[in-house]
T-cell receptor, first 115, second 114 residues
């Protein structure tokens, strides 16, 4: 199984709503990532979890709150977002063992629209 | 500064023709280079991955080359199909980076016309 799944596929929310994005992988990967991608731009890294601990936070606003409940799951909690936060949110995972090339496998993404 | 630059920015070719996409990088120390295909609104899918010692790697109609001396890579697509229309992203990792950042190129948007 080389699949990373993300739910929901699409999400529309108001600026006062609280919602969560979910990501799951069953490849035994120990590193998981959240990216934000605007149209016609490459993905921008937001957070990295390594062995269920937050290892990188790319100065992301606190209205985005990541959570890694276990090694297979990664959540992104959203609160008080702005319209400019509308984007494709991608989750990825990799072996993260530090041994050899570390290919990241991406999920299909969640298309988020903030009204 | 660690950078990955791709060219051309966009490309339109007729179905059945071949094309080559370019990637130049200044990432150091180099670990590996990957080419991803990304359909609009979908997550990137890995096509090839090459380490320092690999010069060529194929995946069906996709062939990637790597020249670690000049820090250049290319992705050659043979006998293009309509389904090849997508963005192709070159991604470079630094040596000994496990769960750390990778550097993305801006991508080449490829359109295949019937």
């Amino acid at each position: 199984d080389t699949e990373v799944t993300q739910t929901p596929k699409h999400l529309v929310m108001g600026m006062t709503n609280k919602k969560s994005l979910k990501c799951e992988q069953h490849m035994g990967h120990r590193a998981m990532y959240w990216y934000k991608q605007k149209a016609k731009k490459p993905p921008e890294l937001m957070f990295v979890y390594s062995y269920e601990k937050l290892s990188i936070n790319e100065s992301v606003p606190s209205r985005f709150s990541p959570e890694c409940p276990n090694s297979s799951l990664l959540n992104l909690h959203l609160h008080a977002l702005q319209p400019e936060d509308s984007a494709l949110y991608l989750c990825a995972s990799s072996q993260g063992s530090g041994q050899g090339p570390d290919t990241q496998y991406f999920g299909p993404g969640t298309r988020l629209t903030v009204l | 500064k660690n950078q990955v630059e791709q060219s051309p920015q966009s490309l339109i070719i007729l179905e059945g023709k071949n094309c080559t996409l370019q990637c130049n990088y200044t990432v150091s120390p180099f670990s590996n280079l990957r080419w991803y295909k990304q359909d609009t609104g979908r997550g990137p899918v890995s096509l090839t991955i090459m380490t320092f010692s690999e010069n060529t790697k194929s995946n069906g109609r996709y062939t990637a080359t790597l020249d670690a001396d000049t820090k250049q890579s290319s992705l050659h697509i043979t006998a293009s199909q309509l389904s090849d229309s997508a963005s192709y992203i070159c991604v470079v990792s630094q040596l000994y980076s496990s769960a750390s950042k990778i550097i993305f190129g801006s991508g080449t948007r490829l359109s295949i016309r019937p």
